[in-house]
């Protein structure tokens, strides 16, 4: 069964363009969820999608937005990219979170999309 | 929110080795994973362990939900075991938007 699929791999913007990152969860999972890696801040959540719908979302400017489409992929998007959006994303999927089972509720990574903002 | 505090935050060890890391968190959690990030930044689930013990071959982890802590042993480690571990919980019923320690650092030499 494949993993965590991440698109692109590494991103290279400049400040005041958006981007779009992608995200397909593994075979059967609903849940995807993003989070953001930086050095001074670490592991910090973005949002959660489960059956089309945000169902959690993190402390972020509404810069940052999301969705996910009937298949479980889903979408990130940074409009008006600012020099302190350069991070890791990473995203992660679940089978059904919120129903307390193991199971349910591990979380699987993918790579990661690397975006540089210059 | 929910605070996760993790140490130590760097671990320097003898391949062979043992070690202990250790979680502490702020409030009651009905989830908590502990994952390892390589040097490749690749996250790898490596527990869910809300509450009691579970062991994974040289790895083990335990979690006192009472007492709001949380450890993951190491144990012969190898150099292969280097990289960063971490520790996330939420109290969210609704959903996995996990909390996520600093981590611990980990560098296995040979």
């Known amino acids: 069964k494949a993993g965590v699929t991440q698109t692109p791999r590494y991103l290279i913007k400049t400040r005041g363009q958006q981007v779009t990152l992608s995200c397909s969860p593994i075979?059967?999972?609903?849940?995807v969820s993003w989070y953001q890696q930086t050095p001074g801040q670490g592991l910090q959540f973005l949002f959660e999608y489960f059956s089309e719908t945000q169902r959690n979302k993190g402390n972020f400017p509404g810069r940052f937005s999301g969705r996910q489409f009937s298949n479980s992929r889903s979408e990130m998007n940074v409009s008006t990219l600012e020099l302190g959006d350069s991070a890791l994303y990473l995203c992660?999927?679940?089978?059904?979170?919120?129903?307390?089972?193991?199971?349910?509720?591990?979380?699987?990574f993918g790579s990661g999309t690397q975006l540089s903002v210059l | 929110g929910i605070q996760v505090e993790q140490s130590p935050p760097d671990l320097i060890l003898q391949e062979g080795a043992n070690s202990t890391l250790r979680c502490n968190f702020s409030?009651?959690?009905?989830?908590l994973q502990w994952f390892h990030q390589n040097p490749w930044g690749q996250l790898i689930n490596l527990f869910y362990i809300p509450s009691g013990t579970k062991q994974n071959g040289r790895l083990s982890a335990t979690t006192v939900a009472t007492e709001r802590y949380s450890l993951l042993y190491i144990s012969s480690s190898q150099t292969t075991d280097s990289g960063v571990y971490f520790c996330?919980?939420?109290?969210?019923?609704?959903?996995?938007?996990?909390?996520f320690g600093k981590g611990t650092t980990l560098s296995v030499s040979s």
């Open positions: 409030d009651s959690v009905n989830n």
């Open positions: 992660a999927s679940s089978l059904a979170p919120g129903t307390v089972t193991a199971t349910n509720e591990k979380l699987f």
């Open positions: 996330a919980v939420t109290a969210n019923q609704a959903g996995t938007a996990l909390i």
């Open positions: 075979s059967g999972h609903r849940s």
